[in-house]
């Protein structure tokens, strides 16, 4: 017979598990807890932030030389995770009907928009020449993002059109491959132009045909690698 | 191989600023991640997977949960490296429980990994944070502390450190429970 644990039970569990010592059922228990009770998870956080001076007692060792490479080259396949989110596929199949005829006004922004390198680029900016340009457009309303394909870098510069942010929320983009998964490219802010490089297994023929989109998630982004949030833009390319 | 500035204030501003450029997607930025924090990073995955092929696993796994979650790390809520720590350190127990093996620690690795008190303040983002928690730890039972600080540093179960306390698997989670209570009471508000 177990209790739920309350008050200074869970206090205890949320420390016995920040610090490792669960493991089978218990860990278990204790994981899905911290996923759907965020007072719980709190508490966690609480445990782990007390322990951080310890740290410092870890002793640093270089590792094989050659383990950055090994990381460098995995970057380029990130593992796809297969999860179905039927609900994301029913609202982007609506917006799919809007396949953007780019309007001039978005065109000519985008076009500002990827010849001005920014600022921070620290290799010098190759010129980009988009081929394909996409407007992330709510199903009924202007325009959020423009979206222009740069093959020469394998990358999407996304500039904001009408982009607010909601405090406590961040919006994410996503590249959608014709009958895959959501892939999330990372997060856009509405203050300037962004690069987001673009998996290397998407050819530019996949990218024609995918589906880019802009869900609204907690802040810093999706913890589960798929989207969580509503869909609040999303649009497909077009070739220039 | 220059390790990077000595100010920890400085070291913290450009890992802050180097996680802002990973979440926009720079290769780079990650790289320069990796140059500050890998020897620490693994020094933590070494010493909870007991094992250097699967601390390097560990560690190229956290270094692609960092490419992949830099976006929520908030500067505001944690040092990085604490930040990056944590990553590591429950990276590393992740693997530790799923390989199920026991751990050894063989003794090529212990003089590597034993801990020699503690290190240089490279870690230690606040030294007023540390010495609390210290002198905590310090007032606990003998038993409560080592039990405490092998769970955080080892990464073991409570049934590994009752197994190497040889005492009950109940005795060892009184212990710890004591211990944490004490601890907590100790460090007061945070």
């Known amino acids: 017979m177990t209790e739920e644990p309350i008050g200074e039970e869970l206090d205890l569990l949320a420390a016995e598990y920040a610090l490792g010592l669960l493991e089978g059922e218990a860990l278990e228990d204790a994981g899905r807890r911290g996923a759907r009770d965020p007072a ?15 740290f410092s007692a870890f002793r640093s060792l270089e590792p094989d030389p050659g383990l950055w490479d090994r990381i460098s080259a995995s970057l380029e396949q990130p593992d796809k995770r297969p999860v179905e989110f039927a609900s994301v596929r029913r609202r982007l199949t609506l917006w799919k009907s809007y396949s953007a005829a780019v309007s001039v006004l978005a065109f000519s922004l985008l076009l500002a928009v990827v010849l001005r390198e920014p600022e921070q680029q620290s290799a010098p900016a190759p010129a980009v020449r988009p081929v394909m340009v996409a407007t992330l457009a709510p199903e009924a309303g202007p325009p959020r993002v423009t ?16 982009l607010s942010t909601v405090p406590g929320h961040d919006h994410e983009l996503w ?21 987001f490089p673009l998996p290397p297994e998407l050819s530019s023929r996949l990218v024609a045909t995918a589906t880019i989109a802009l869900s609204n998630e907690p802040a810093g982004g999706s913890r589960t690698g798929q989207p969580t949030g509503p869909v609040v833009a999303s649009g497909t390319f077009s070739a220039v | 191989m220059n390790r990077g500035p000595s100010d920890p204030a400085d070291e913290r501003r450009r890992l802050v600023e180097a996680l802002a450029s990973v979440r926009d997607g720079r290769h780079s930025a990650l790289a320069e991640v990796y140059r500050c924090t890998s020897a620490k990073l693994f020094g933590i995955c070494l010493r909870i997977l007991k094992d250097r092929s699967e601390a390097e696993d560990a560690l190229q796994d956290v270094y692609l949960n960092v490419w992949r ?25 992740d693997h530790a429980r799923s390989s199920g ?21 490279d870690l230690i ?32 179960t409570y049934s590994e450190l009752a197994d190497r306390a040889d005492v009950p698997l109940g005795t060892m989670k009184s212990w710890v429970r004591r211990g944490l209570l004490r601890l907590k009471e100790c460090l007061g508000d945070d």
């Open chain 1, 147 to 162: 979206a222009a394909y740069d093959p020469a870098t394998n990358s999407l510069v996304v500039a904001p059109v009408a």
């Open chain 2, 101 to 121: 093996r026991r751990r050894e620690d063989p003794a090529e690795l212990a003089e590597a990994i034993a801990d020699d008190g503690d290190t240089a303040p």
């Open chain 2, 125 to 156: 983002d606040r030294f007023e944070q540390s010495q609390r928690l210290h002198g905590c730890l310090d007032r606990l039972d003998e038993h409560q502390r080592q039990a405490i600080r092998a769970a955080f540093l080892e990464g073991f």
């Open chain 1, 175 to 195: 590249i959608i491959p014709e009958g895959g998964t959501p892939q999330s490219l990372g997060l856009v802010s509405p203050d300037g132009q962004r690069r």
């Open chain 1, 40 to 54: 719980f998870a709190a508490l966690v956080e609480g445990w782990t932030v007390r322990f951080a001076p310890l």
């Open chain 2, 69 to 93: 979650k830099a976006g929520s790390y908030d500067p505001a809520r944690a040092s990085p490296i604490s930040w990056l720590a944590a990553l590591a350190r429950n990276r590393a127990i």
